[in-house]
């Protein structure tokens, strides 16, 4: 088998860019790979994903229960597996992806009372990892930004246009509930925390050539 790192964080958080670029460097050092983000918003296998995120099901996140929207997000990665990159993965190919299950404990967890995360997390990694047998991940870069820093960088994304966003990105206080459910993953699975943020009071996010150094250096022991 090959090997999958995931690129996890809050939305604005850099994740499509720090996988790009940490994909281009290992590239130019000979390393053979395929980068792959999700939702997989190319496929079919996303329309549900797409309904959700544009509030046909509801205008709010907490609308669709953590377990009814995980199912949406594991059919698309499923299918993604499946056509795409398993061969790939299966013939001893390194995965970069940009979100994964991982999306679903930290944006999930965020509807639930935090007595509740641990029994939705064994049932989320069971029901992708197991019962539905895509690959767990070998390593998980999670990349930290205050909320704050977050909404900012969606505002800057958008332009300030609110209506571009999804009905995660609108919410801010479920952003702050992800962030705390975020952190929870990342210090109870191991992830690879890089914060994205100096400063005390006035927040400012580093360079990124700075934050993918650390990647680097993080993700080395297991290429």
């Given amino acids: 088998m090959g090997k999958l790192i995931i690129f996890e964080g809050l939305d604005g958080s850099g994740k499509g860019t720090q996988t790009a670029l940490t994909a281009q460097k290992l590239k130019a050092h000979g390393v053979d790979l395929r980068q792959i983000t999700f939702p997989n918003y ?33 059919v698309d990665r499923f299918a993604s597996y499946k056509t795409d990159w ?27 009372p935090p007595m509740h995360w641990d029994g939705f997390l064994n049932w989320l990694f069971d029901f992708e990892y197991k019962k539905i047998g895509i690959p ?19 505002d800057q994304r958008y332009h300030g246009d609110e209506s571009k ?12 509930r992800s962030r705390a459910a975020a952190e929870y993953c990342a210090k109870m699975f191991g992830w690879y925390r890089i914060e994205c943020t100096e400063g005390q009071d006035v927040k400012t996010i580093r360079s990124v050539e700075d934050i993918n150094a650390e990647i680097l250096a993080k993700i080395q022991p297991i290429l």
Avoid: W
């Fill in 42 to 74: 190319e496929s079919d296998s996303s329309a549900l994903v797409k309904m959700y995120l544009s509030g046909q099901f509801g205008d709010k996140p907490d609308d669709v229960n953590a377990y009814a929207a995980s199912s949406f997000y594991a």
């Fill in 86 to 112: 398993g061969d790939f993965y299966r013939a001893g190919g390194l995965i970069l992806s940009d979100r994964y299950t991982t999306s679903n404990a930290v944006h999930q967890c965020a509807k639930l």
């Fill in 136 to 154: 767990a991940p070998d390593a998980v870069v999670y990349l930290a930004v205050d909320p704050e820093v977050s909404q900012k960088l969606m």
């Fill in 165 to 176: 966003k999804d009905i995660q990105e609108k919410d801010r206080e479920y952003i702050a």
